[in-house]
């Protein structure tokens, strides 16, 4: 056997089949990573969405509690339909106060915007008591 023929047996069974696993090993620790990479990024972005839900709500709620709820209890008015025209106000402003993008992720994340917003105005009204 001449060496050529030695060094090509070498190159077909030994170094090519440990090149393609080698290739093949890193791509996928490259998808791991990116895969990871990802789901950190929705972590975070669910993160930012969840504190910007909780301060818009604490605002909404202030706010309601300063231009309509104290107005009312000063008259000594303030009833059940009133208790609920506030939440509704806080929950519409709420809304109002959160961007577009941190409502859907939220959306996208829970399926339930509308009943985190509504958690959230029950704990800003006990809070602000």
Known sequence: ???????????????????????????????????????KTVRDAFAEARIELEEAVFTAVSETQQTFVEALKVDGQFTADDAKEAFDKSFQRAKE??????????????????????????KAIKELK
Do not use: F, H, R, Y
Request: proline fraction near 2%.
């Open 97 to 122: 106060i959160m961007s577009n993008s941190g409502m859907e992720i939220i959306e996208t994340a829970t399926g339930a915007l509308d009943a985190l917003i509504t958690a959230q105005i029950e």
């Open 1 to 39: 056997m001449e060496l050529n023929e030695i060094i090509t047996i070498i190159i077909t069974t030994v170094i090519i089949p440990l090149l393609t696993w080698g290739v093949k090993t890193l791509t996928n620790l490259a998808d791991a990573k990116i895969e990871q990479i990802k789901n």
